[in-house]
């Protein structure tokens, strides 16, 4: 059983902050610091290039893979890290398409994160007429997938609202009609059991700087299952991700399965970072952080239904069909939430009104949960965030 205890205390959690941001950007495990001091001091310090070879960074990007592979029910090797989240799912969409000769449509929702799109759109832009992206409604998503279809393209986890997608009843559903799917997890990994290889997922993506708490700007990861591994088209072929990257040929033969994902050089000390928030990681059962998240979240829910009656509910309430987080919904949603950070609870806004509220078991209980609510109560009862100072926008929300 996962000691829930032990996670928090993993941490470093600011004195006298409730923070539940932790599904834009997690906070720092305590052992970051010397594991990057170690990497500065004694590996790159000492080492220099030595440390390729004697420090194993070049295989950092298929180990960190398959640690994060464990998470999101992925097959050993077929998960490996690098570059931004953005690429990845470029990379992903991009052989997905052409594992399906003919049909030129990429169908995602109207709650994608726009990231997404737009770089479904890029991909578009590039390969030209006939090819479109058609978006469709959340709840109507299994509906528009028809035989016109060749990838889909979800993040099962809704950033505003927190709403979850089927993941293995939409993939069913596209393989029924000839399509393939791209799953974006950056709201799944760490939140809550993925099961990519169960689900009969083609190719998955999602990043480490949410709930994995492997610090700002740290890599993303993608995978690709075992039946496309050696047949997936690598739009972008890296030298990394060259059969043979250090015979420096003139021209690219992609690497042996996932190795052919890989793009341009490992960013080792983002990657350093990442191992040792997977040191936490490790300790861990999905099925218990489960739980545990979904009680926190009800217990929110709950307590905001009953103190805080002008916001309106975003997230579902049925357990199934909700990630880790809880969202409102207030016409006056980013002033609030300017005047709640600015009394110690940390959440974040999304136009054009949700406040958001990451619950992460691994560092938050139910004293925070409750201390929050009642701050937030506080603030709407005394309309605290009408103040000129909480209306004026920063440029990250």
């Known amino acids: 059983m996962t000691d829930f205890g032990w996670t928090r205390d993993q941490f470093h959690l600011p004195m006298g902050m409730i923070y539940l941001d932790g599904n834009s950007l997690g906070p720092l495990p305590k052992a970051t610091p010397a594991r990057l001091d170690r990497l500065l001091s004694e590996e790159w310090g000492e080492q220099l290039i030595s440390g390729w070879n004697g420090c ?39 052989a997905a398409l052409a594992l399906v000769p003919g049909r030129h449509v990429i169908l995602s929702d109207t709650g994608n994160f726009p990231s997404d799109l737009y770089m479904a759109e890029g991909l578009i832009k590039l390969l030209g007429a006939p090819y479109e992206l058609r978006l469709a409604d959340p709840l109507a998503l299994e509906e528009a997938i ?94 990394l991700g060259h059969e043979a990257p250090f015979a420096f040929d003139q021209s690219y033969r992609p690497g042996a399965g996932i190795e052919r994902m890989r793009v341009g050089t490992p960013p080792v000390m983002q990657m350093a970072a990442l191992e040792a928030a997977l040191d936490v990681w490790d300790q861990v059962d999905m099925a218990d952080l489960r739980r545990r998240s979904l009680d926190l ?43 709640l950070i600015d009394q110690g609870v940390v959440g974040d806004f999304r136009a054009p009104d949700i406040m958001r509220f990451g619950v992460t078991p691994l560092y938050i209980g139910e004293e925070e949960i409750h201390e929050a609510v009642e ?17 004026q926008r920063k440029r990250v929300t």
């Open 56 to 94: 194993g960074w070049m295989e950092m990007p298929r180990g960190l893979g398959d640690r994060i592979g464990r998470l999101i029910g992925a097959e050993p090797g077929h998960v490996v890290v690098g570059d931004t989240l953005s690429i990845k799912v470029y990379q992903a969409l991009a």
């Open 146 to 239: 028809t035989e016109e279809v060749a990838v889909l393209l979800v993040t099962e986890v809704d950033y505003r609202t927190g709403r979850r997608h089927d993941m293995a009843a939409l993939t069913r559903k596209a393989h029924q009609m000839g399509a393939r799917v791209v799953w974006d997890l950056a709201h799944s990994a760490g939140a809550l059991p993925v099961e990519v290889a169960a689900g009969a997922a083609d190719f998955a993506v999602g990043c480490t700087y949410k709930y994995l708490n492997a610090g700002p700007g740290a890599p993303a990861f993608i995978y690709v299952a075992p039946r496309h591994a050696d047949l997936a088209e690598p739009a972008l072929s890296g030298w």
């Open 297 to 339: 979240t009800t217990l929110m829910m709950d307590l905001v239904e009953d103190q805080c009656p002008g916001l309106s509910l975003a997230t579902p309430r049925e357990e199934e069909a909700r990630g880790s987080q809880v969202s409102f919904r207030f016409e006056h949603g980013y002033a609030a939430m300017q005047a």
């Open 375 to 391: 701050i937030l109560a506080r603030i709407l009862r005394g309309a605290t965030w009408d103040q000129p100072k909480y209306q």
